[in-house]
């Protein structure tokens, strides 16, 4: 597996991402197809700006680099705080084996090295049995349950938040290769 930023080329990475159901379930509902170039545009400027890290999955053996799914580490205004949160989403097809687990790894590695993010939070729903089993495996910590918005919807989430560095890292050699910069 392989994280590059996501790029203009990603159009139909993000209509099977955010225009599903499904997948946008515990995300606020789809988005309707006809709002994915803008959302996709916002996405590059912020990437552009160094605003923040939209990493495209690439699993190996990928040909054509498409992307798999999406790890997003951003910066949030929250009670006059700054806060840092991440996200992440991979397709069906793409499910089930490890790799969204191994991209947030990735990038809380680089966050480590990178040094401003400070403590990252995560708020998936309560009943996300694979994005609660990352942040456990990954050494958040639960803080509790709380109600976030997502657009017009109300999700009861649980607020886990790690501090880079003290995640648990790749395993010596394995994942601790940054970003992919070849491609950023
Ligand atoms: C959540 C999502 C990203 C998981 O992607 P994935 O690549 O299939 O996840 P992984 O294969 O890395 O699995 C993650 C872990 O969850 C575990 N897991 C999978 N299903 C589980 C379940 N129902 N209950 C508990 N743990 C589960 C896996 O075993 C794995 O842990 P392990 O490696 O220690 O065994 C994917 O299902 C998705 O995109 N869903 C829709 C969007 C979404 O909900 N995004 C998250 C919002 S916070």
Not at 54 to 77: C, F, H, N, S
Not at 125 to 134: A, H
Not at 142 to 156: K, P, T, Y
Request: hydrophobic share 40%; charged share 30%.
């Amino acid at each position: 597996m392989r994280l590059r930023n996501v790029a203009a080329g990603d159009v139909e990475a993000y209509v099977r991402m955010r225009c599903d159901e499904a997948m946008m379930a515990e995300l606020g509902g789809p988005l309707p197809r006809e709002q994915v170039e803008e959302r996709l545009r916002k996405d590059l400027r912020l990437v552009a700006e160094d605003g923040a890290w939209i990493k495209a999955i690439v699993p190996d053996g990928a040909e054509d680099g498409a992307a798999a799914g999406v790890v997003t580490l951003w910066q949030d205004e929250e009670d006059g705080a700054t806060v840092s949160e991440i996200g992440w989403m991979v397709l069906p097809a793409f499910q089930g084996r490890g790799l969204a687990k191994a991209a947030v790894r990735r990038v809380l590695d680089a966050a480590a090295a990178d040094g401003r993010w400070g403590e990252v939070h995560a708020s998936p729903g309560t009943t996300n049995g694979p994005s609660n089993g990352i942040c456990r495996a990954l050494g958040f910590r639960l803080l509790g349950e709380r109600d976030v918005d997502f657009g017009d919807r109300v999700l009861r989430t649980n607020h886990w938040v790690v501090t880079p560095g003290e995640h648990r890292r790749a395993p010596d050699g394995l994942g601790s290769d940054g970003l992919g910069s070849d491609t950023d």
